[in-house]
């Protein structure tokens, strides 16, 4: 069994229309660790998670948690 955090951050911020510069500048990162997260090579602390679902208007468990296409609630 394998426990792999799903990562639907890029989804849900292209279908915004949200640049990745822009979601940075609002969070307070640099567009380059963004990105870093959407490609899954950093998870996010608890706080930016939360400042990137505030900003996108979701939740935490939506961006990291569940398959976003499927829609798993």
Request: charged fraction near 30%; charge should be positive; aromatic fraction near 6%.
């Amino acid at each position: 069994m394998q426990n792999k955090l799903h990562n639907n951050l890029r989804k849900i911020r292209e279908l915004r229309k949200i640049k990745v510069e822009q979601l940075a500048l609002n969070v307070g990162v640099t567009a380059n660790y963004i990105s870093l997260i959407e490609r899954g090579h950093y998870a996010p602390r608890l706080k930016l998670a939360l400042k990137i679902a505030k900003e996108l208007n979701i939740t935490v468990d939506e961006i990291f948690g569940q398959d976003f296409e499927k829609g798993n609630k």
